[in-house]
């Protein structure tokens, strides 16, 4: 990735807004609005992007180069209120806005961090290489991906409340509001997991490879 190109971004679906962090000479954090740019907010990172709609906060991480603790920057429309601490390497988040719930998933220290607003409720152990996060709306299980292994995660609010084993190399997760299944690409095993609202049912589809 280039230094100047986008780092990642995150959609307000109540107002519109977009929030795009950015590499520049100084990190910045863009709000758009259909084809305009709102603002440019200067801030200490340019990590990976969350937004609670129903309180207007937007969450963005930094690594701190991967090697110590990482934080969170919480921002209430264009202005920085805080910081947060969360584990090393914070590699993904994920909200839950129902229940005010923020979920970021520390890396190196296979941890993921629960925060309500701007204070951190807990931190679970969970794995080795927590990689993704997804929160099913309707139940609120936030599901974590542990990237060198077959086991997803499974957390509601601050209690880590199962897992479930999946195929070798669970990596990206989204989750379907409408249907409330959750899908997982397992990267080493050219498949995809489907998780029902049950999280304890679940079926496994090859992934067709084109060269």
Excluded at 152 to 164: A, I, K, N, S
Aim: proline share 5%; charged share 10%; with cysteine.
């Amino acid at each position: 990735m280039s230094r100047n190109s986008s780092s990642a971004s995150c959609c307000n679906e109540l107002n519109g807004n977009v929030y795009v962090s950015t590499f520049n000479i100084t990190h910045q954090l863009k709000v758009l609005n259909g084809t305009q740019v709102v603002a440019t907010i200067p801030v200490s990172s340019a990590g990976q992007v969350g937004v609670n709609p129903v309180t207007g906060y937007v969450y963005l991480t930094d690594s701190n180069n991967g090697t110590q603790p990482g934080s969170l920057t919480v921002l209430s429309g264009t202005d920085v209120i805080g910081e947060i601490p969360v584990g090393t390497n914070p590699q993904a988040i994920a909200t839950d806005p129902l229940r005010g719930y923020v979920y970021v998933a520390n890396y190196s220290d296979g941890t993921v961090t629960v925060i309500t607003g701007t204070s951190v409720l807990t931190t679970a152990t969970v794995s080795a290489a927590p990689y993704a996060i997804s929160v099913e709306s309707t139940t609120g299980f936030a599901f974590v991906t542990d990237e060198i292994s077959t086991t997803v995660y499974v957390l509601q609010g601050p209690e880590l409340v199962g897992t479930v084993t999946s195929e070798d190399g669970t990596h990206s997760i989204a989750s379907n509001p409408s249907t409330g299944i959750t899908y997982i690409a397992n990267e080493y095993s050219n498949s995809v997991s489907m998780l029902t609202r049950v999280w304890s049912n679940h079926v496994y589809l090859p992934l067709v490879v084109r060269n």
